[in-house]
T-cell receptor, first 110, second 116 residues
Framework: EDQVTQSPEALRLQEGESSSLNCSYTVSGLRGLFWYRQDPGKGPEFLFTLYSAGEEKEKERLKATLTKKESFLHITAPKPEDSATYLCAVLEAAGNKLTFGGGTRVLVKP | NAGVMQNPRHLVRRRGQEARLRCSPMKGHSHVYWYRQLPEEGLKFMVYLQKENIIDESGMPKERFSAEFPKEGPSILRIQQVVRGDSAAYFC??????????????FGPGTRLTVL
């Protein structure tokens, strides 16, 4: 069975303090790895798709990377508006369902 | 370009009643997915539908839950005889046809179901 584990569960940062979130996965053939941001009371907002090891994607202060076993979401010089829960999900070789990790709650204090 | 729409946003039911949750996918999207997020838990896949077809319902509870995506109109997730354990946020996601971006799913705002 596919497994996705995110760490840490929660992260408190000072504004400007860069950090990384980890997503490790065990799947029988990875078709894609996805990062989402979820604000309280809202649906997940799509951020990135990574399809192969070595791939990187960037968007503003966020950068996602992928290896054969894990993905990292780097937050550079975060601002309070980056506070959210960041979700990682994988798409296995067969099928179309996403398997999500438990998420990392990020709080950026001014 | 409207995103995925879900209604109602909040739904309160008493034990034993029926709950109907609706989802309209993004324009041009023909694939719909339902996920459930229990309090303090992650998102769990329930069902994947295309127009008039259930493709994968491996995450659906065997009893009381059903889903449809008719030729016309929104997708419906139906929960019969609700119990307190059904209280959760239910999210719908949609994706376009084809394989250009496999797995890229766009989520709606969710329906928060509370069972009294």
């Amino acid at each position: 069975e596919d497994q996705v584990t995110q760490s840490p569960e929660a992260l408190r940062l000072q504004e400007g303090e860069s950090s990384s979130l980890n997503c490790s996965y065990t799947v029988s053939g990875l078709r894609g790895l996805f990062w989402y941001r979820q604000d309280p009371g809202k649906g997940p907002e799509f951020l990135f798709t990574l399809y192969s090891a070595g791939e990187e994607k960037e968007k503003e202060r966020l950068k996602a990377t992928l290896t054969k076993k894990e993905s990292f979401l780097h937050i550079t010089a975060p601002k309070p508006e980056d506070s959210a829960t960041y979700l990682c999900a994988v798409l296995e070789a067969a099928g179309n369902k996403l398997t999500f990790g438990g998420g990392t709650r990020v709080l950026v204090k001014p | 370009n409207a995103g995925v729409m879900q209604n109602p946003r909040h739904l309160v039911r008493r034990r034993g009643q029926e709950a109907r949750l609706r989802c309209s996918p993004m324009k041009g999207h023909s694939h719909v997915y339902w996920y459930r997020q229990l309090p303090e838990e992650g998102l769990k896949f329930m069902v994947y539908l295309q127009k008039e077809n259930i493709i994968d319902e491996s995450g659906m509870p065997k009893e009381r839950f059903s889903a449809e995506f008719p030729k016309e109109g929104p997708s419906i997730l139906r929960i019969q005889q609700v119990v307190r354990g059904d209280s959760a946020a239910y999210f719908c996601a949609s994706s376009p046809p084809g394989l250009a971006a496999p797995g890229e799913q766009f989520f709606g705002p969710g329906t928060r179901l509370t069972v009294l």
